[in-house]
Nanobody, 121 residues
Framework: VQLQASGGGLVQTGDSLRLSCIGS???????VGWFRQAPGKDREIIGG????????YYADSMKGRFAISRDNAKNTAYLQMNNLKPEDTAVYYC????????????????WGRGTLVTVSS
């Protein structure tokens, strides 16, 4: 599956932003995860969603301000980000794997190009 994240940009502290991850055919057969990598830091997982969309996972540090959803009819997954802070500045990536477990525990099999989110103070 091929993936492409989009929707990044420059926002202000407290703003909301929704990122999209558009996939190729067979997108609906994959669990999708969102990750981010801030300048000078390791990549971290935000969370993931199973292929049918009925269940999500969030890293503890990401709970509350981030929400993941998907619309398989549009081959698209979303990351809704609210009350953004300067420390949320990062390149955001979507990734896919056959199992949500693989997204969380190991390196996902498929990655899209990231989209840069910059939050100004």
């Amino acid at each position: 599956v091929q993936l492409q994240a989009s929707g990044g940009g420059l926002v202000q502290t407290g703003d909301s932003l929704r990122l999209s991850c558009i996939g190729s055919q067979s997108f609906s057969t994959f669990a999708v995860g969102w990750f981010r990598q801030a300048p000078g830091k390791d990549r971290e997982i935000i969370g993931g969603i199973i292929k049918g969309g009925g269940s999500t996972y969030y890293a503890d540090s990401m709970k509350g301000r981030f929400a993941i959803s998907r619309d398989n009819a549009k081959n698209t997954a979303y990351l809704q980000m609210n009350n953004l802070k300067p420390e949320d500045t990062a390149v955001y990536y979507c990734a896919a794997d056959l199992k949500l477990h693989n997204l969380v525990v190991v390196t996902p099999a498929y990655w899209g190009r990231g989209t840069l989110v910059t939050v100004s103070s």
